[in-house]
């Protein structure tokens, strides 16, 4: 009956195994890590738009240049995670619409 829903049902508690217990800990890390990715794909380049202007925005404390900072890590150019990669960097780069 309701034993397999997962909750507990009053007088009938059983305890979760380890199995059952590891694969819940798992769960939650990945759901974690998934709302941190997703709070990381609309940030790039965040940091130095700016809030009134078109362009980019230097801070007083910052020594970058604003335009030279894309993440370069080897696992978002893979064939596999490209198409994310992209749109990530459709938020920073204007393709094909320069002014004249």
Known sequence: GQAASGG???NKRRKLSKFEAAKN???????KRNSNKQQQVQSL???YKSKKAGGDVKKKSQKF?????????????????????????????????RKR
């Open 8 to 10: 507990s049902d009053g």
């Open 45 to 47: 380049g965040a940091a």
């Open 65 to 97: 240049e604003p335009y030279a900072y894309v993440p370069l890590d080897g696992k978002s150019y893979t064939k596999k995670n490209r198409r994310r990669t992209v749109e990530k960097m459709s938020t920073v780069v204007r393709s094909g619409k």
């Open 25 to 31: 800990a798992r769960e939650e890390a990945q759901r």
